[in-house]
């Protein structure tokens, strides 16, 4: 049987601004043969192979021709393949050439459009591509020489009305604003250099075709960035977004879907995952469950598996109406209530009034951690490490909603991230998830309310005072 190709174009950089059918794509495929610029957080979810391509300026990582070659190879194979592409596979992205090499080598091939960063890359710097009063048109150009050395057509291009868009320029930017001055633009028309639109680190900066090289090297602006030319451009200033988190680099472990990560994108931050560790289910025996008695939870993935095997023992959730249920924490007991399992009360190992448990459940070694729990603890899986591939230092802080994810993070990490992880706000949702941190060597940690609600006002304060936002 034949193989599949679809060529998608993943956005931006913001891993949201993804369309539905880019999204249903990536979770069929068997491989991924991406691009540098495509946002980690798009790749998390994935199951699929995943093949980096990704190119660097002046520097091909992997070069066209291995590119197409790689494609038809792993269609022939049967798979269903996903050429991931930032903005828009027919944008200056090279598409086109795959599109034709996969024609001709008679594999089967779609085009999943993109939004492309000329556009989506403006409005995130606030600056309307098009405007009644402004631009009533646009153009899109390479910043690169044309293929065979030749330059470009700048007479033409500089007499254009409306908005001027360079992409992948930032190389040639002055040669761009020398250019345009010589074939009749003014001096003082409006320009505007936008890097890592809708990504985290988003820059931007603006000034006139006579002064914007010297801006941006002030500015230290780099590639990868959008050069946008035009009366457009005044309009930057009222028109940026302003959001309570925006330009905020954050570090959640990975869950789909995940409620903390769509708060925190819609208050204007900038989210990506760290992995979580492997669950293994281990062999257990069940203790006598129509005698009754108290049953603390100490993580959602624990009662799953515990609840498997009452399914296999002949129980369901009727037999559980003769013992108290204790929750670890909130973001637990809303778990069982998804599972139509109503709480008694949460665990606090300082209260008395639960001195006298019978049976906690949890994973092998994080029960360790209820030293002070006398009563029978029962693993109903183990949690292998996955080695975290982050750059720890290129986030400002990490939310952390419960012990588990602690661990998942640490006992992935290596040395040197560790040390980072030490100094690196850390927000802890309740109690237990402190004293993780605490005995993890983490030492930045803020205590959070066990709720979602309590997490962004939290992180808004803290950065807020150190002026970050």
Same mark, same amino acid.
């Given at each position: +049987? ?38 980690p957080?798009? +790749? ?9 391509? #990704? ?9 066209q021709?291995q590119?197409? *070659?790689l494609?038809?190879?792993?269609? !022939? ?18 598409g ?13 091939f ?11 890359g403006l ?12 631009a009533?048109?646009?153009h ?9 050395g ?12 409306g908005?001027?868009?360079?992409? +992948? ?12 001055? /010589? ?13 890592w ?9 603006k000034?006139?075709? #006579? ?9 230290h ?10 009366n457009v ?12 988190l ?19 994108q ?11 560790r492997?669950?293994?289910p281990?062999?257990?025996d069940l203790?006598?469950m ?13 009662f799953?598996?515990?609840?498997? !095997?009452?399914?296999d ?8 109406? /003769?013992?108290r249920?204790?929750a ?32 906690v459940? #949890? ?7 209820? /030293? ?17 591939t982050?750059?720890?230092g ?10 588990a994810?602690v *661990? ?10 560790k040390r980072?992880?030490?100094s ?5 949702m ?11 060597g ?11 609600d309590?997490? +962004?006002?939290?992180?808004q304060?803290y950065?807020k005072?150190?002026?970050v936002?």
């Amino acid at each position: +049987m034949g193989g599949f190709v679809s060529l998608v174009g993943a956005g931006p950089g913001n891993p949201e601004l993804l369309t539905i059918l880019a999204k249903r794509r990536l979770s069929e495929a068997d491989v991924v043969v991406y691009d540098r610029l495509v946002n980690p957080a798009l +790749m998390a979810p994935l199951a699929a192979e995943k093949i980096d391509v #990704g190119k660097l300026p002046q520097h091909h990582k992997v070069s066209q021709y291995q590119i197409n *070659d790689l494609l038809v190879e792993q269609a !022939r194979k049967g798979k269903r393949v996903v050429r991931l592409k930032s903005g828009d596979p027919y944008v200056f992205g090279r598409g086109g050439e795959e599109g034709q090499y996969l024609r001709q080598q008679r594999v089967a091939f779609e085009v999943v459009p993109g939004i492309t960063s000329a556009i989506a890359g403006l409005g995130a710097a606030g600056i309307p591509i098009t405007h009644r009063d402004f631009a009533s048109s646009f153009h899109v150009i390479t910043g690169h020489h044309k293929a065979d050395g030749t330059q470009l057509d700048w007479e033409n291009i500089a007499r254009q009305e409306g908005t001027l868009v360079f992409l +992948m320029g930032m190389g040639e930017l002055g040669h761009i604003a020398e250019q345009l001055i /010589k074939n009749g633009r003014a001096s003082s028309t409006p320009v505007a250099v936008i890097q890592w639109a809708t990504h985290w680190n988003q820059r931007s900066v603006k000034a006139d075709l #006579g002064t914007i090289e010297t801006v941006v090297e002030t500015h230290h602006i780099g590639s990868p960035a959008l050069i946008v030319v035009g009366n457009v451009v005044s309009l930057m200033d009222e028109l940026n977004p302003e959001l309570p988190l925006q330009g905020l680099h954050l570090l959640i472990p990975f869950k789909d879907p995940s409620k903390l990560f769509s708060k925190l994108q819609d208050q204007g931050a900038a989210v990506n995952f760290f992995k979580r560790r492997t669950q293994v289910p281990l062999t257990f025996d069940l203790p006598d469950m129509l005698k009754g008695g108290t049953l603390v939870i100490s993580d959602q993935t624990a009662f799953d598996f515990f609840e498997h !095997r009452l399914l296999d023992t002949g129980y369901d959730q009727r037999v559980l109406s /003769k013992w108290r249920v204790l929750a670890l924490n909130q973001a637990i007991a809303g778990h069982l209530k998804r599972h139509g399992l109503l709480v008694d009360g949460y665990f606090e190992s300082d209260n008395s009034l639960f001195s006298e448990l019978e049976i906690v459940i #949890g994973e092998e070694t994080a029960l360790g951690h209820f /030293k002070e729990v006398k009563s029978q603890k029962i693993a109903t899986y183990r949690a292998i490490p996955v080695n975290q591939t982050i750059e720890v230092g290129c986030f400002h802080g990490i939310v952390f909603p419960s012990s588990a994810s602690v *661990d998942d993070l640490v006992s992935g990490c290596r040395d040197s991230q560790k040390r980072q992880l030490a100094s690196m706000p850390c927000f802890a949702m309740g109690k237990q998830v402190v004293a993780r941190c605490q005995a993890s060597g983490i030492r930045n940690i803020i205590s959070v309310n066990p709720s979602i609600d309590a997490v +962004m006002p939290a992180i808004q304060s803290y950065f807020k005072c150190r002026s970050v936002i």
